[in-house]
């Protein structure tokens, strides 16, 4: 049985930091690029970071996202990580883990989609 979750989500002052995690289990993991999405109130849902499969080499990440968020894989732990630093209003949204057999590229370029999505965890940026 497939399974993809996110945990970390929650309450963060403006200017805070806060660390999400995805697990995975029922594919090939390491196989697979994870991406991270989100989806702010009224608003499509967004590809923020992405690190690919087969060794873990490249990383994208959004232009509003660059810079502030770090995506990194902890082999051990069969998880992908997304370090957020500096966080704002802005970034209030639910955010979604997803896996695909594509790259990176491909779901950027909105030419692969996710084949499996975790149910999303909550980040709420307020004073």
């Known amino acids: 049985q497939v399974q993809l979750v996110e945990s970390g989500g929650g309450l963060v002052q403006p200017g805070g930091s806060l660390k999400l995690s995805c697990t995975g289990s029922g594919f090939p993991w390491n196989d697979y690029a994870i991406a991270w999405y989100r989806q702010a109130p009224g608003q499509k849902r967004q590809i923020i970071a992405c690190i690919s499969g087969f060794g873990r080499s490249e990383k994208k990440y959004s232009n509003s996202v660059k810079g502030r968020f770090t995506i990194s894989s902890d082999s051990a732990k069969q998880a992908v990580n997304l370090q957020m630093e500096a966080l704002n209003a802005d970034d209030t949204a639910t955010y979604y883990c997803?896996?695909?057999?594509?790259?990176?590229?491909?779901?950027?370029?909105?030419?692969?989609?996710?084949?499996?999505w975790g149910r999303g965890t909550l980040i709420t940026v307020s004073s």
């Open positions: 997803a896996a695909t057999e594509y790259t990176c590229v491909g779901l950027w370029a909105s030419v692969a989609y996710p084949k499996y």
